[in-house]
């Protein structure tokens, strides 16, 4: 979260799911960049993970905040530099893949 960026004026003050919903939804938006995304989204869920482990509403909201994690976790900036550059995701990918978590939360 950014202080004072207006943004984030309706980003939940509690830990938790309704944060990383949060932060899918706005990314699919356009919101927020995917750099934004990609430089917030993994610390975020491991502060939430810090104060125990988030409550999802459903198995499908779970996967689907999981799919988004995963893709951060394995995305380069420049699959040039990569020794295997097809195992990774590059930040557009990972703009796809949060579109479609975005997709799966509102149904």
């Keep these: 979260m950014r202080l004072g960026d207006p943004r984030f004026a309706d980003f939940p003050t509690t830990p938790g799911a309704a944060q990383l919903r949060w932060y899918i939804r706005k990314t699919a938006q356009g919101t927020l960049t995917v750099r934004e995304f990609l430089a917030d989204f993994r610390a975020l869920h491991e502060t939430i993970e810090q104060t125990g482990a988030p409550e999802f509403a459903s198995q ?13 976790e394995f995305c380069s900036t420049d699959l040039s530099k990569e020794e295997n550059p097809e195992d990774w995701y590059s930040p557009d990918d990972v703009l796809a893949i949060v579109k479609r978590s975005a997709t799966k939360l509102a149904a």
């Design 60 to 72: 499908e909201e779970a996967r689907a905040v999981w799919d988004a994690l995963w893709a951060v």
